[in-house]
């Protein structure tokens, strides 16, 4: 019955196998931070693109085109 002395045991030996290692799910969270960021960093670009094109816009042709 050597089989029931493994059970209750997998989180240390986990931790000795796996010590210092990143674990899926946190390295899942780190990739989710790290695509978020990249996102908003393009959408800021973009956003200033568009303010300035816009400013350019209405200095060129006046607040109401006209």
């Given at each position: 019955?050597?089989?029931?002395?493994?059970?209750?045991?997998?989180?240390?030996?986990?931790?000795?196998?796996?010590?210092?290692?990143?674990?899926?799910?946190?390295?899942?969270?780190?990739?989710r931070r790290?695509a978020?960021?990249?996102?908003?960093?393009?959408?800021?670009?973009?956003?200033?693109?568009?303010?300035?094109?816009?400013?350019?816009?209405?200095?060129?042709?006046?607040?109401?085109?006209?």
């Open positions: 019955m050597a089989l029931f002395g493994l059970f209750g045991n997998d989180r240390t030996m986990a931790e000795t196998t796996y010590s210092g290692r990143e674990s899926a799910s946190e390295k899942a969270s780190r990739k790290e978020h960021h990249r996102n908003a960093r393009a959408a800021d670009r973009q956003g200033q693109a568009w303010e300035d094109a816009e400013r350019r816009r209405q200095d060129r042709w006046g607040r109401w085109g006209g």
